[in-house]
């Protein structure tokens, strides 16, 4: 069996909105540097905007850094390109009140920090087992002041992506419709990241990652975004193919895992990928 290699790596500097492809970056205990570094919050409610509650508006945006965040130091700007072609950046004092207007909303606070008691919504149903009728969560980030669903670090195989395509031929299913930061090259079966929850995974000369859950799938994997037409079927193909026990979440659709950080460094494209119990 070849080894693994990073394919491609991809930050989200806001979160919930499109990100930007990578060649290298800094991996810190809280995940790729500058990796879902902001969000928007809503005061009125006290919750972080996410796809899953606001549809496809946010995918329609897309943010980078207008520098290269460091580990240890304050967040640069980014540069938020609107569907319209306009060009926001986050430190402009009016933007706040531009982007609850362009999304419709009212009080909505561009982030760095996640303020106190901060919640997360999901959709009804998105949930099963103990937490099905579970619609607000506290925000429970892999590490404290971030704004992570859950893992710091989110990695998908290649053959995984591969084998829904050849499962929904009508449909694109597009490695941008996961949100991963980490994809990795294989020569495996499909689905054997299921395999490595548990495991500790090896990342290059220095990163070093242990995998702890699936990630489960919602609507946000059939959305509309970019050149990308909304696709419904893309779920009930994940649900077909590779629905996975959760403990008290239940019974969820998953594509890839979630993985903390173990040891932090630098971590490029192409690098050696090593999968160890």
């Avoid at 945006?61 to 926001?88: K, N, W």
């Avoid at 760095?112 to 619609?135: D, I, R």
Wanted: aromatic share 6%; hydrophobic share 40%; glycine share 8%.
């Amino acid at each position: 069996m070849m080894p693994h290699a990073v394919t491609s790596l991809w930050r989200y500097p806001i979160k919930s909105m499109a990100g930007e492809e990578l060649l290298t970056t800094q991996v810190t205990a809280r995940g790729l540097v500058g990796d879902r570094g902001y969000a928007l919050v809503d005061r009125s409610a006290n919750k972080v905007a996410t796809v899953r509650t606001w549809g496809a508006d946010l995918l329609k945006y897309r943010a980078e850094f207008v520098g290269e965040p460091q580990r240890d130091s304050r967040l640069p700007a980014a540069r938020i390109t609107t569907p319209e072609s306009e060009v926001l950046i986050t430190t402009h004092p009016d933007i706040d009140a531009r982007l609850s207007a362009a999304l419709g909303r009212r009080a909505l606070t561009l982030m760095a920090q996640p303020p106190s008691n901060v919640l997360l919504e999901v959709p009804a149903g998105t949930l099963s087992g103990a937490y099905a009728a579970t619609t607000d969560f506290p925000l429970g980030g892999a590490a404290p002041g971030t704004f992570f669903d859950y893992g710091a670090v989110h990695l998908i195989a290649a053959s995984t992506i591969a084998r829904l395509q050849s499962a929904h031929r009508t449909g694109r299913i597009d490695i941008r419709r996961f949100r991963p930061n980490i994809v990795v090259e294989t020569d495996g079966e499909p689905f054997l990241e299921n395999a490595w929850v548990g495991r500790t995974i090896a990342l290059g000369e220095e990163v070093v990652l242990r995998v702890t859950i699936p990630c489960p799938r919602c609507v946000v994997t059939t959305l509309a975004q970019s050149d990308l037409p909304r696709d419904p079927a893309i779920l009930r193909t994940i649900a077909d193919l590779n629905t996975r026990d959760l403990g008290d979440f239940g019974q969820l659709p998953c594509v890839g895992v979630y993985a903390d950080v173990v040891r932090a460094g630098t971590l490029r494209h192409g690098d050696t990928v090593r999968v160890t119990n």
